[in-house]
């Protein structure tokens, strides 16, 4: 009888939980558990989670590799090669996995080599194909064929709803795209200046660090700083209600107060543990003495089934970013 393959078990559970939950939301733990294998077995075929998430990467574009072949299909005019590609790729709750990569571990030297080649690979499929499109009179021809794969590319991979704006760390746009240049040339096609799109880009690339600024403005007036102070952190998903944390601010502002020298912890009933670089965070119970305990509470995501009426008779402090809060008028209550 052969042996069960743990490689191959690993990768399998390790790609499904990087594209449901995002990679800073899955841990080794999680993957072994789902693979059933022991957890030593793990590091005998990975390194490290980086390894596996590249392989995982590997693996899923792989996986496409039939449908990328149909782009290549001499015999279709351009437009029908992608309807066929796109209808074959299907569509999936949980995005595509190279753009939700992108989103989360682009910074990462290892992960933006791989994404950098993968997208230029993907680009030019598509590009070629356009081109015969417009060879055999299919694709339109007044707009060159390396725009028109990204806009096919970004539209098939990112949310291009109407944008919401909303009062929290992350201001800008909600389902922004991962390369803000298509929506600004996609703006501009259409006969439209991309200013506000700009500034909401830029706004949100500053105000992680504005609301680590804001938590220090809260300490100081109690005489206290950042270093060596207790945070704890209400919500590290991205929205409410949701496990999404792929492009969570809150992330990014966990990282500034560990930066900081702040002592970190964090409570979401939706995202049970994180892995933020080298840590493994998990979430904590906000009992009466959990918030009395730290020395500012921050309300980063705004959860129905958290009970603020708790929150806000024993925390010493909050700084209250989703405008959760509305309803309760405290001197220890402070909004973004």
């Not at 743990?6 to 449901?20: I, S, T």
């Not at 081109?131 to 949310?159: I, K, W």
Request: proline share 4%; glycine share 6%.
């Amino acid at each position: 009888m052969p042996k069960p393959n743990h490689k191959e078990a690993l990768l399998d559970a390790g790609l499904a939980a990087f594209h449901r939950r995002g990679y800073h939301a899955t841990g080794v733990q999680e993957i072994v558990s789902s693979a059933g294998v022991p957890k030593g077995s793990f590091y005998s075929h990975f390194e490290s989670k980086d390894a596996l998430g590249l392989a995982a990467l590997a693996r899923y574009w792989e996986n496409r590799a039939k449908a990328r072949a149909l782009l290549r299909d001499a015999s279709l005019p351009g437009l029908e090669r992608l309807d066929r590609y796109f209808a074959t790729l299907g569509y999936s709750e949980d995005g595509c996995l190279i753009g939700n990569f992108t989103a989360e571990l682009a910074q990462i030297d290892a992960f933006r080599q791989d994404l950098s080649r993968l997208w230029r690979q993907w680009t030019d499929a598509l590009s070629q194909c356009l081109a015969d499109g417009q060879r055999d009179g299919s694709v339109r021809t007044d707009v060159p064929v390396t725009e028109l794969a990204r806009t096919f590319h970004y539209g098939a991979t990112f949310d291009t709803a109407e944008s919401s704006f909303y009062s929290g760390p992350k201001v800008g746009l909600d389902h922004y795209a991962v390369d803000p240049y298509y929506r600004n040339w996609k703006t501009r096609m259409n006969g439209f200046e991309p200013r506000l799109l700009e500034i909401a880009a830029i706004i949100d690339s500053q105000m992680p660090a504005f609301t680590v600024s804001r938590i220090a403005d809260a300490l100081n007036k109690s005489k206290k700083s950042l270093n060596g102070s207790h945070i704890l952190v209400l919500g590290i998903a991205d929205t409410s209600d949701t496990t999404h944390i792929r492009e969570s601010p809150s992330l990014e502002i966990v990282k500034g107060l560990y930066d900081k020298g702040s002592v970190v912890s964090y409570s979401d009933p939706h995202v049970l543990s994180v892995e933020l670089d080298d840590r493994t965070l998990t979430s904590t119970t906000t009992t009466p003495d959990i918030l009395s305990s730290a020395d500012c509470v921050v309300i980063l995501t705004d959860h129905s089934a958290v009970d603020y009426r708790t929150i806000v008779e024993h925390s010493q402090l909050v700084l209250d970013c989703r405008n959760a809060l509305r309803k309760y008028r405290a001197e220890h209550v402070i909004a973004l």
